[in-house]
């Protein structure tokens, strides 16, 4: 079995339905989802609101979403937290007929980019891919990794099952190396000569490899925007 980390352009969302949901959203993102069936989906969801844009909560979420239920659980400035109940006839399907896959979460959407995570058969992954590719060929598949290569079985059940930025082997030593001694706290605990030394290197490769490192780590978490 496969994991795969996407990031889908933000255009993606009009073919679930929500093709104005950010004209006064910042980002929404599903922290975690209960589907008992094709046409049911409950989830947990962190909603950002653009400022000013929250005066009718209720109504606000209700319009954009078009829930059957929500229960609002959090509120902390313009963001809120709420599990809302969706079906088939008022908002929620997949687009992607059902198959050996399914979502990771969390999952990340704004106006610009959609970070997707999902597990898959991998004689499926093809298949799936090619799918998406018929709603947009501008995805891009940002990281892939097989369960096997797992530490432990418990991550399959964890976040941490995701799969991890596609740093190279020598970004992944240096980069590992760097955080462990504190060279990304501040003040500094470690300095960029002295990880030099430890790879015989010079300080500038060292600043490349980080500097790549972390736009790698960037692109993970936050996707690219164009």
């Known amino acids: ?16 339905g929500f093709a104005e949901l ?19 989906f409950f989830s947990l969801q962190r909603i950002k609101f ?11 979420i209700k319009a954009k979403f078009n829930p059957e239920t ?17 079906s088939n006839k008022t908002g929620f399907f997949p687009v992607i007929q059902s198959g050996p ?33 018929k709603f947009t060929p501008d995805y891009e598949l940002i990281a892939i990794q097989d369960i096997n290569e797992l530490d432990n079985i418990n ?11 596609n740093f190279s082997k020598r970004q ?3 980069a590992s190396f760097a955080a462990k001694h504190g060279y990304f706290n501040n003040p500094k605990e470690i300095s960029a000569q002295k990880i030099a030394d430890k790879f015989k ?14 736009n790698t780590a960037m692109k993970y978490f936050f996707g690219t925007f164009s």
């Not at 996407?6 to 969302?13: C, D, K, R, S």
């Not at 989802?33 to 046409?39: L, R």
């Not at 653009?50 to 606000?60: C, F, G, R, T, V």
């Not at 991550?155 to 930025?165: E, R, V």
Request: include cysteine; charged fraction near 20%; aromatic fraction near 10%.
């Open 22 to 40: 950010f004209n006064d959203l910042e980002w929404v993102k599903i922290l975690k989802a209960f589907q008992y069936d094709q046409n049911q």
């Open 201 to 214: 290197i010079s300080i500038s490769a060292v600043n490349k490899h980080l500097r790549r490192a972390e």
């Open 70 to 86: 929500i229960q609002i659980l959090n509120i902390q400035g313009d963001e809120v937290l709420c599990i809302m109940y969706q």
């Open 101 to 133: 896959w399914a979502f990771l979460f969390p999952i990340h959407a704004s106006r610009d980019v959609c970070l997707v995570n999902i597990i898959s058969l991998e004689t499926y992954v093809p298949t799936l891919l090619q799918t998406l590719s």
């Open 50 to 60: 653009k400022p000013n844009a929250m005066e009718d909560l209720s109504k606000e």
């Open 172 to 174: 992944t030593e240096i």
């Open 1 to 16: 079995m496969k994991i795969i980390r996407l990031q889908v352009p933000g255009i993606f969302l009009k073919f679930v």
């Open 155 to 165: 991550q399959i059940l964890a976040q941490y099952s995701l799969p991890y930025p």
